[in-house]
């Protein structure tokens, strides 16, 4: 078994008043204790907008801090919300990195909820098909030595993109879910699953069983 900690980066909050520097600095320490105590891997959320529940918008910015500061726990992205971001971009601070930790990341992409998308300008009801454009793109940007791309929502002329990851072909990529059509979207995509104990552990096995048969 192994075991993991995911942070929301949640703080108490009175107004608008947060102590954000001892937040993000109590966050490393614990980080760097986590490796140091054996812990197989860390995940970190992308939120916007939620006072009081999440203070990792660019978890990005503290993956950078972490590659120097540990030295052999897994450190993942749960989730890159894909809509929000160019896949081109999303690829180079993943590899980013990934090139910093010696290849110790774990990729894991999302959609995320109407009230952050329409905050960020983003129509919900585009969101699963900029997520499927999104997922296609990423791993052959990593792959390719030149890219190029003609979609619906974003186009990218002939193009290297750098860098490329260390884990070859690339990191682990998931899917966080929660219906069981998003299960079976995973498993047609050939990638994992992220998911959590917010529903009752019966109702996770039936959706672990229809990953598990769709990914055959």
Same mark, same amino acid.
């Given at each position: 078994?192994?075991?993991?900690?995911?942070?929301?980066?949640?703080?108490?909050?009175?107004? %608008?008043?947060?102590?954000?520097?001892?937040?993000?600095?109590?966050?490393?320490?614990?980080?760097?204790?986590?490796?140091?105590?054996?812990?197989?891997?860390?995940?970190?959320?992308? @939120? @916007?907008?939620?006072?009081?529940?999440? !203070?990792?918008?660019?978890?990005?910015?503290?993956?950078? $801090?972490?590659?120097?500061?540990?030295?052999?726990?897994?450190?993942?992205?749960?989730?890159?919300?894909?809509?929000?971001?160019?896949?081109?971009?999303?690829?180079?601070?993943? $590899?980013?990195?990934?090139?910093?930790?010696?290849?110790?990341?774990?990729? !894991? %992409?999302?959609?995320?909820?109407?009230?952050?998308?329409? !905050?960020?300008?983003?129509?919900?009801?585009?969101?699963?098909?900029?997520?499927?454009?999104?997922?296609?793109?990423?791993?052959? =940007?990593?792959?390719?030595?030149?890219?190029?791309?003609?979609?619906?929502?974003?186009?990218?002329?002939?193009?290297?993109?750098?860098?490329?990851?260390?884990?070859?072909? @690339?990191?682990?990529?998931?899917?966080?879910?929660?219906?069981?059509?998003?299960?079976?979207?995973?498993?047609?995509?050939? =990638?994992?699953?992220?998911?959590?104990?917010?529903?009752?552990?019966?109702?996770?096995?039936?959706?672990?069983?229809?990953?598990?048969?769709?990914?055959?």
């Amino acid at each position: 078994m192994r075991f993991g900690l995911l942070y929301e980066m949640q703080r108490p909050s009175k107004g %608008t008043e947060i102590d954000w520097n001892t937040l993000y600095k109590e966050t490393l320490e614990q980080c760097e204790l986590a490796d140091q105590m054996g812990f197989d891997n860390l995940w970190f959320v992308e @939120h @916007h907008f939620l006072t009081g529940f999440s !203070g990792s918008p660019c978890p990005e910015v503290m993956f950078g $801090a972490l590659s120097q500061r540990t030295k052999r726990i897994r450190i993942g992205f749960g989730v890159s919300i894909l809509p929000y971001h160019h896949p081109v971009r999303v690829a180079e601070r993943v $590899a980013m990195v990934d090139q910093l930790t010696d290849g110790r990341v774990e990729f !894991g %992409t999302g959609r995320s909820n109407a009230y952050e998308q329409t !905050g960020l300008g983003i129509d919900p009801r585009d969101t699963r098909a900029m997520w499927e454009e999104s997922i296609t793109m990423i791993p052959q =940007i990593w792959q390719s030595e030149e890219f190029s791309w003609k979609g619906r929502f974003w186009n990218v002329p002939p193009r290297r993109v750098l860098p490329k990851t260390y884990q070859k072909p @690339h990191p682990p990529i998931y899917l966080a879910c929660t219906q069981t059509e998003s299960f079976k979207l995973a498993a047609a995509k050939g =990638i994992g699953v992220l998911s959590s104990a917010s529903y009752a552990t019966s109702v996770l096995t039936e959706h672990v069983k229809v990953y598990r048969q769709n990914i055959q």
